[in-house]
């Protein structure tokens, strides 16, 4: 099986217990094996998210952030300086979002599949071979 990576809505779902059924096992599952990424990117964007006033938690971001980082079976995937330049250097026509940008490029970097509701995520999916999604 090939590691997952979870987009930030997703993990923000899985949290929540809030994912398709389909999709859960397969977070689960890589739970299990220890191969569920999660991009240092998430946590930028949770704290965007919030402090923009377009999700509130029970915890503090600060808390939260650490909580969902420190879950059983997840692996922080790295932001190295290639995943940045691949996801600025994305082929065919990309996605805008740089966010999205990094997490397509962190999933191709590890072989990783995408759990993503992102339409466009999953629609730019289909022009490359590089990039599998799975939809939540």
Same mark, same amino acid.
């Given at each position: 099986?090939? !590691? @997952? ?15 398709? $059924? ?10 299990? =094996? ?5 991009? $240092? ?10 402090? =923009?006033? =377009? ?31 691949? +996801? +600025?250097?994305? !082929? %065919?026509? !990309? ?8 997490? @397509?490029?962190? +999933?191709?970097?590890?072989? +990783? ?7 466009? @995520? =999953? %629609? ?9 999604? @799975?939809?939540?």
């Amino acid at each position: 099986m090939n !590691p @997952i990576l979870l987009d930030t809505h997703a993990a923000l779902w899985a949290a929540d217990d809030r994912l398709k $059924p389909d999709a859960a096992r397969v977070v689960e599952a890589a739970a299990a =094996r220890g191969e569920l990424l999660l991009s $240092p990117i998430s946590a930028w964007e949770i704290g965007m998210l919030t402090r =923009r006033g =377009r999700l509130s938690l029970a915890l503090t971001v600060e808390e939260y952030v650490r909580v969902l980082f420190s879950q059983p079976g997840v692996v922080v995937a790295a932001l190295t300086p290639s995943v940045a330049l691949a +996801a +600025a250097t994305l !082929p %065919e026509k !990309p996605i805008a979002d740089p966010a999205d940008r990094i997490l @397509i490029a962190s +999933a191709t970097a590890y072989g +990783a599949r995408l759990v993503t509701h992102d339409k466009k @995520i =999953r %629609e730019y999916s289909k022009t490359t071979t590089n990039l599998r999604c @799975i939809a939540c």
